[in-house]
């Protein structure tokens, strides 16, 4: 992408630029799925999973397991299969799961958005804290404050979310008991308003359930804290890498001998470039958490994304697997966009 | 989401009862049972169709049956729509008179019409079990004449052989056969499915609770049947899908759920310290086996298969690994089961083993797989069996897999050993002495594949002997042939049965009344409540 930039860098029109990012955009998108879809889908079938096992179960009659195969089209050669794939996902019917009875659509609108949820708090948490503590590890570097955001990022990193999730429930849930248990929201209130937007904590505040929401937000705080904790490691360590940079050149020397505030030098003129590889890390570490926190999803009984596919995959329910897949790789995509337009917001020289 | 707009009602209700909670009382309400349980099983809410664990226990307590057994006692069958029934002489044709002035959840009343509807329905949808009603010789052609109204409380079944009666009534006291609302399956049919896509996902019984919504991989709600006649305690049940077996615990421990039904062993030692919470257990119709593929030259060897008994330590899993899950059983039916087997002649001798081996002549042991799936207990009894095999000189090598992918090559034959559960299809003992102790034909396209078949076992004259004992009407001597087929698999078979399956589930104290059957189907909740 960051060459793409250069090469539109230079004198050229806005609005030339946007038109020539929206082809692109579109270009990318087509091609990045359709290599997806075949890649998945071939995976798919070489996988030594039978998938008419997880409708039909272990005990089918002959004839009843040899009428699946058929319903499914797993009769048919490879290529053939493939293209009739294709051919229904181009018009939007992307078929249905097998596990769910669900247009694997429908099931994605069902656990996305819970998935979402989760990952924009997570990453939203994440930068707030950790973009700060990076900063402040640059300009104290090797001070005690340095470790112990060392000590932090590397925690992150090694130990296993799971059991992190796990001590984490039995400290504040089970010990404690500040924050609420597994699952989005309790029983008592889960009828109480009426999925819109699927995202729990938007549709009750739209619909006015303040307890339904105090109780969602008692509900999504720790698994955030927990995914926020892992993106704050991994933001904090860049963002400490990127200011050492800034810090270093020349331009910061000469704000100082002009007598700027060290304040205004590290927030406003450093951290201002420092700024812009970051919007990258932070998209990636996004992205990294809209593709479903398996673990995570599993100790909090959380019905996302994450599991959604883990299970799809385990029973070869491949339409599920690859609608899940197209999901996924078109947020991927539309991040990278996202952080390319923030590129030009944020450096100057790429317009 | 279709379904919300039916909750409204139910929902101002339970929003009355919310406000009387604070935010952060975690205790579910008074008149709602929540159970915390893998439900990722559920593909279908049709009972023509559901044949899967959590799914069974649904239907268990949305439908009701002809006929159905009691929990205490399975040898009594007693009528459940049916008010009684008689056998004719030639065994072949069996009348059913149905109660009267029963209705189902919607109001319908319940007549020999939907019970015929029902079952000539799950003959024609021709699912996975189907084939429990099609044994009787039923198909989509001739269902139609072969089960018939012949009143407006009155239906007649008749089979193509004169079966052994216990036979016939046990396949129809199976989920498959559960009465489902003709009107209103009728009016949601499109294009002649029998409404098998609206009842997928929808309910049209008569049991004590009806299911108000299904979000798969996340819930299941259930609400009392107004329309029941004994009245369900319980406002409504719900069932949680809660994956991870520790975040169960937490929940039951923090009160946020009233039955964990997933704890593995150590987290049911850890909470029956609880003072809050008890834990019930009901042996199961499954057992847990090794198959032994006779296409492996050593293990078609008869002295290698007494051998490999030999080498299990029976007691050590059922104590250990499996403790309070399962218990030690040997012969294929289940405890529980007209003629079951209950000894347990072989324990861990390595020294019998050696010398098996050796008269196989194996002295210094062979290599051979086990395909294990990689749940937890699975590879803990398969590593159990793996240090006791090396004892005798077996070099046992685990293949670790996903379920369905080790099934996969089960099914194919392609492994050596695998281990894993089987659970009886109904309550008779045909179901299991079917499937271990007949093989019809051990070619590779072999119509029907049993599980003698999948370990390549042709059982000789036990096949016919399980065909026969199908027919015998006499329910001792019935009892008998059972009796004899599971001794010669015991013998000599390629199945190391080693478990009886239990099912255990932790309970918060007050919680009474959650009866756990011998099959899913008969997991009750209908008199459940809270004190």
Known sequence: MASSIANGGGGHSALRFYLTKTAQFVLVLATTLLGLVAVTF??????????????????????????????????????????????????????????????????????????????????????????????????????????????????????????????????????????????????????????????????????????????????????????????????????????????????????????????????????????????????????????????????????????????????ADMNAVLGGTLVIGAAFVLLNLVSDLLYRLLDPRTR | MKRLPKFLLSAAMIATMATSFNAVQAATPPDTLV????????????????????????????????????????????????????????????????????????????????????????????????????????????????????????????????YAPTFVLYCLTSTVASVVDKKLVTQNEKDGDLGYNWLKTHYAGSGPFTIRDWKANEVVVLERNPNFEKKAPLARVIYRHIKETATQRLLLEKGDVDIARNLNPEEIAAVSKNPDIKVDSAPKGTVW??????????????????????????????????????????????RGYLGAINDTPYKLDVAKAKELLAQAGLKDGFSVTMDTTSRPETTGIAQAIQSTFAQAGVKLELIPGDNKQTLTKYRARQHDIYIGEWGSDYQDPNSNADTFAANDDNSDNAKSKPLAWRNSWDPGPLTAKTRAAVMERDAEKRAQMYKELQQAVLDDGPFVVFLQKIEVAAERKNVDGFVMGPSFDTNSVAQAKKN
């Not at chain 1, 359930?209 to 490691?233: E, N, T």
Request: charged share 20%; hydrophobic share 45%.
């Open chain 1, 42 to 315: 071939f995976i798919g079938r070489i996988v030594p999973v039978d998938p008419v096992l997880a409708i039909v179960g272990d005990r089918a009659p002959p004839q009843v397991y040899a009428r699946v195969r058929e319903e499914l089209g797993l009769d048919l050669p490879l290529i053939q299969q493939f293209w009739v794939y294709l051919k229904k996902a181009v018009t939007g019917d992307f078929g249905n799961s097998v596990l769910t009875t669900n247009p694997v659509m429908t099931d994605i609108a069902n656990t996305f958005p819970a998935t979402f949820e989760l990952a924009t708090l997570g990453t939203l948490i994440g930068s707030i804290i950790g973009i700060p503590l990076g900063v402040l590890a640059a300009v104290k570097r090797g001070s005690l404050i340095d470790q112990v955001v060392r000590f932090i990022g590397l925690a992150g990193y090694s130990i296993p979310i799971f059991w992190l999730g796990l001590m984490g429930l039995l400290l504040f849930y089970a010990k404690l008991g500040w924050v609420a248990g597994p699952g989005r929201i309790d029983v008592t209130y889960s009828y109480l308003y009426t999925p819109v937007t699927g995202i729990v904590l938007i549709d009750t505040a739209m619909q006015g359930q303040w307890d339904a929401f105090w109780d969602a937000v008692s509900h999504i705080i720790l698994p955030a804290c927990l995914l926020g904790y892992f993106s704050l490691a991994y933001i904090s360590r860049m963002t400490r890498s990127f200011m050492l940079n800034e810090l270093a050149q020349e331009y910061v020397i000469a704000a100082r001998v002009k007598g700027l505030s060290e304040m205004r030098v590290i927030w406003r003129h450093a951290l201002r470039n420092a700024a812009v590889p970051l919007v990258t890390v932070i998209a990636l570490s996004y992205a990294n958490l809209l593709e479903g926190s398996v673990l995570t999803e599993t100790v909090f009984a959380w019905p996302g994304l994450g599991q959604y596919i883990t299970n799809s995959l385990q029973n």
């Open chain 2, 35 to 162: 159970h915390a349980w893998q439900i990722d099983d559920i593909i279908s809410l049709d009972p023509a169709e559901i044949f899967e664990f959590s799914s069974s226990e649904i239907a268990g307590n949305t439908y009701e049956r002809l006929i159905n057994y009691d929990v205490k006692d399975v040898s009594k069958i007693y009528g459940e729509v049916a008010e009684s029934w008689t056998v004719s002489d030639d065994g072949k044709t069996y009348t059913f008179k149905i109660r009267q002035n029963k209705k189902f959840a919607s109001g319908n009343p319940l007549t020999a019409e939907d019970v015929v509807f029902s079952l000539q329905r799950a003959v024609i949808l021709d699912k996975s079990p189907a084939f429990i009603l099609g044994q009787f010789g039923f198909d989509k052609n001739n269902v139609k004449d072969k089960i018939k109204q012949t009143g407006p409380y009155e239906l007649t079944i008749e089979v193509d052989k004169p």
């Open chain 2, 289 to 334: 086996y090794l198959g032994l593929n006779q296409k492996n030259p050593n293990l078609a060897k008869p002295e290698v298969r007494k051998a490999l008994k030999y080498l299990v330590d029976y007691a050590a899993i059922a104590d250990t690994i499996m403790k309070s899950k399962g218990e030690v059983h040997q012969a294929f039916l289940p």
